[in-house]
């Protein structure tokens, strides 16, 4: 028991710097994957604005459709450009 007193001191400072090492680890690990979810959703977004964008393009190259474009705008169901 006498022996593990003497060593008391490096075996405490030992465990926090694995405790430090792994809290930091952990906080890496999620920040890279914000970091990447962040990401994935900008090109989501701008994936879709493009496809929207096409639709809107489409619906007002057709003259038929030109009566429900304005009614869709007129009730904010249709993102205006």
């Keep these: 028991m006498a022996i593990w007193l003497k060593f ?7 465990g926090a710097a694995l ?6 680890y952990l906080y890496g ?3 890279g ?4 979810q962040i990401e994935h959703d900008r090109a989501n977004i701008k994936k879709s604005r ?6 809107d393009q489409a619906r007002r190259a057709d003259g038929d459709n030109l009566p429900a474009v304005e009614r869709l705008r007129r009730y ?5 450009l």
């Design 29 to 31: 690990r999620n920040s």
């Design 19 to 24: 405790a430090a090492i792994f809290g930091v």
């Design 50 to 55: 493009e496809i929207e964008d096409a639709a």
């Design 33 to 36: 994957r914000k970091d990447t």
């Design 76 to 80: 904010k169901r249709l993102r205006d």
């Design 8 to 14: 008391k001191g490096y075996i405490v400072a030992l």
